[in-house]
Nanobody
Framework: QVQVVESGGGLVQAGGSLRLSCVAS????????MGWYRQAPGKQRELVATITSSGSTNYADSVKGRFIISRDKNTVDLQMNSLKPEDTAVYYCNANLARTSWNRRDYWGQGTQVTVSS
């Protein structure tokens, strides 16, 4: 009943840009923070950027100054600039929401592959 769907991944050369988009849809009581996480082979999943319903943002140090997260209601975008090979990972959209007033939890998209060639 809740779907979180990412789009926009692909292959790009180092120094290039990509824009990821995510939409949370379905019936839910409230939608709180949304964000992006990524996981590269052999590494733990890490936070990339988050944004609250009020617009407060949080970025990983590794992407500050290069990535910009934005939000419009139930959509969240990630503009990725000056991409580096180390940005290569599967990027996952996260939506913290409550289907009812009492059961808030995280919902995840299926992930979208971002590959940055050196």
């Amino acid at each position: 009943q809740v779907q979180v769907v990412e789009s926009g991944g692909g292959l790009v050369q180092a120094g290039g840009s990509l824009r990821l988009s995510c939409v949370a849809s379905g019936n839910f009581f409230s939608l709180n923070a949304m964000g992006w996480y990524r996981q590269a082979p052999g590494k733990q999943r890490e936070l990339v950027a988050t944004i609250t319903s009020s617009g407060s943002t949080n970025y990983a140090d590794s992407v500050k100054g290069r990535f910009i997260i934005s939000r419009d209601k139930n959509t969240v975008d990630l503009q990725m600039n000056s991409l580096k090979p180390e940005d290569t990972a599967v990027y996952y959209c996260n939506a913290n929401l409550a289907r009812t007033s009492w059961n808030r939890r995280d919902y995840w998209g299926q992930g979208t592959q971002v590959t940055v060639s050196s």
